[in-house]
């Protein structure tokens, strides 16, 4: 298996057949606070890959600084073939690379239906001038909410559609939320920590919805401290300690690396990696 | 006691409410639909009012072209102060909105100006133009105890006509898919960032819409009266604010309705203290302190508001934003 992701041995850094996105020398310092240090890493196109690491490990900067949300110091990246180092959020989110946010961000003074349609692309009524004249994005918006209705229902939020999105609880606001960027109709897909707070009765469709992602053609890449989400739905794990990666590879054998054991017993010692007991994040 | 009531009933109409329920229009798209603080809602009406009639007076242009000076200089104004701070967290726009609402008054009204900008005395005499538009046939058209002449009527007509224009307007816009990326603005923008919406040019279209707005509302205030730089202080953008989260600020009819019963409020208390001074039922008060007291009244009343109905009179409970 490894051998058809990788070009050559599992190592940090190492190079995949088909990469969709490609990171070198990332580095992010807050005050004296190196936060982010990627030399480089390769994110496999078409597959499931986990970013995992003990908090603080500089997963979420990480995430911001490739999506556009933070500057780096330093560094590139290219996002199939488009170098995307200064692009603004906005952009990269155009070109098919969008993500979700650790703390949920739901709009919550409008209905679970509008933030849905929120995460359309090429709807002319977002024009300030085009807005005024309904025949001119009425059609799209008849697709727009057939679109986010499968979805919806797909999320089992169908009922909620006219809700504000502020009566929803935690665990569906982060299915909205990643809902919401599915409506992008994006490429990758970025989620930060996706199940934190979802009702486990919900953790196995999310699961099998992150599949179903991958089946239509997706890539994803996905933060976790849920070993057992790791290990049932990933294709590759990369380790990242201190703002560096410092382990990669499918996921029973990262698992066993002892790079990886001591970078989670070095911040918390409690974590059981071989267990399914989920860490608690921020 | 007939013409208290029908002073204060007057007031629902006059062409002074018209325009404060235009200007807080304009911040019901800037504060209520986009979550921008715009406190110089004041700087808008002031470059309308000059823009206005500097070019009638000064450069001698027409109503309609004198209309598209100030327009522009509404939308330079809008540039003006969403560039540098757009970008920036919310509270910026507040403090530079404020600032440059105070700097524009404090300039028109120096004397060095007076040549331009009439100084400190302001400027009158502009509005033959507009007048002269008045299809109303010339005469006293008097109601119960009203008594208007044709220039009255044409003035009352031709600001509610742009007060209801550009009330279905921000209604079409805030229903249409664009108010979607707006309200989305108000809630989180990195959320709508993060879904590809250039946010920071959707600020400023907000900031340009409801500017002109104020802008338009500041042509409206000056036609029928004169420009006097003392109403562009910090006061005027604070009554359009009390205007604003009387009605509910994430209403457009609101603005319209809050402008009404400010206005009327307004007159009816200070008549009716007014009176009662006069003829020795209110022996407390002098006639002087009467037009501060009815502010007072107005602040109280607003407290109240705030306290047991903070959405306002037509706002939604769930659409909230004394939540913090
Ligand atoms: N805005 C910020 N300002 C200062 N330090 C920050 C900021 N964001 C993150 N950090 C620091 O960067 C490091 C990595 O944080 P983060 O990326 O949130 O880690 P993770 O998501 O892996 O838990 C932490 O030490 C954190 O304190
Ligand atoms: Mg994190």
């Known amino acids: 298996m490894p051998s058809q992701i990788a070009i050559g041995a599992a190592v940090p850094g190492c190079a995949k057949v088909d990469p969709i996105l490609i990171a070198d020398n990332v580095r992010r310092q807050f005050g004296g606070n190196v936060a982010v240090d990627v030399e480089h890493v390769e994110i496999p196109r078409g597959l499931i890959t986990a970013l995992i690491g003990p908090n603080g490990a500089g997963k979420t900067t990480f995430f911001n600084l490739l999506t556009g949300f933070d500057q780096p110091n330093s560094g590139d990246w290219t996002f199939d073939g488009v170098k995307l180092a200064g692009v603004p959020a906005f952009k990269v989110a155009r070109m098919g690379m969008v993500r979700t946010f650790q703390l949920t961000k739901s709009l919550n003074m409008i209905t679970v239906m509008e933030n849905m349609r929120l995460g359309a692309q090429r709807q002319p009524g977002e024009s300030l001038l085009r807005a005024l004249i309904k025949p001119l994005w009425k059609r799209n918006e008849e697709e727009i909410t057939a679109r986010a209705a499968e979805l919806l229902t797909r999320f089992k939020l169908d009922t909620k559609s006219d809700d504000f999105a502020a009566s929803l609880s935690g665990g569906q606001r982060k299915l909205l939320e990643m809902a919401r960027a599915l409506m992008t109709q994006p490429r990758l897909v970025m989620l930060d920590e996706p199940m934190a707070g979802v009702n486990p009765a919900l953790t196995q469709s999310l699961l099998e919805h992150i599949r179903g992602l991958k089946n239509e053609g997706m890539t994803v890449l996905f933060v976790e401290h849920d070993m057992h989400m790791v290990r049932n739905i990933s294709d590759w794990v990369i380790v990242m300690a201190e703002g560096k990666i410092v382990a990669e590879g499918p996921p029973n054998e990262v698992m066993k690396n002892p790079a990886v054991i001591d970078a989670y017993l070095g911040a918390h010692h409690d974590t059981d990696l071989g267990t399914d007991k989920q860490a608690k994040g921020n | ?324």
């Not at chain 2, 058209?141 to 008594?147: A, G, M, P, S």
């Not at chain 2, 898919?177 to 920071?200: F, M, Q």
Request: hydrophobic share 55%; aromatic share 14%.
């Open chain 2, 1 to 324: 006691m007939d013409l208290i009531l029908g002073n204060a009933i007057s007031w629902l109409f006059q062409p002074i409410t018209a325009a404060y329920a235009l200007a807080a229009i304009g911040i019901a798209l800037h504060f209520g639909f986009t979550g921008l603080l715009n406190f110089g809602q004041a700087v808008f009406m002031a470059v309308g009012a000059y823009g206005f009639s500097i070019s009638v007076k000064f450069f001698g242009l027409g109503f309609w072209p004198a209309v598209g000076v100030a327009v522009i200089a509404s939308i330079a104004m809008a540039f003006l102060l969403g560039i540098p701070t757009l970008r920036l967290r919310s509270d910026y726009l507040a403090i530079v909105t404020i600032a440059a609402a105070e700097v524009f008054r404090f300039i028109v009204s120096t004397t060095s100006a007076q040549p331009v900008t009439g100084g400190p005395q302001g400027l009158n005499q502009y509005s033959d133009g507009f007048y002269a538009m008045n299809p109303i046939p010339v005469g006293h058209y008097k109601f119960w105890v009203w008594d208007f002449n044709q220039d009255d009527l044409f003035a009352i007509a031709v600001s509610w006509v742009v007060v209801v224009f550009f009330a279905i307007l921000l209604a079409i816009l805030i229903r249409s898919p664009w108010g979607r990326v707006i309200k989305g603005i108000r809630e989180d923008e990195d959320a709508v960032r993060s879904l590809g919406k250039n946010v920071y040019s959707y600020k400023m279209q907000s900031l340009v819409v409801g500017g002109l707005m104020g802008t338009f509302a500041g042509i409206l205030f000056v036609l029928p009266t004169s420009v006097q730089p003392g109403n562009y202080g910090t006061t005027l953008t604070f009554y359009i604010w009390t205007i604003l989260l009387l009605g509910g600020a994430s209403t457009v009819i609101g603005s319209i309705v809050g402008a009404m019963i400010f206005w009327s409020l307004l007159s009816l208390t200070g008549d009716l203290l007014s009176t009662g001074v006069d003829n020795g039922t209110i022996t407390f008060l002098t006639q002087n302190q009467v037009g501060a007291i009815r502010f007072i009244l107005v602040g109280v009343a607003l407290m109240l508001l705030v306290i047991f109905r903070p959405q306002g009179i037509f706002g939604n409970k769930k659409e909230l934003y004394f939540n913090a």
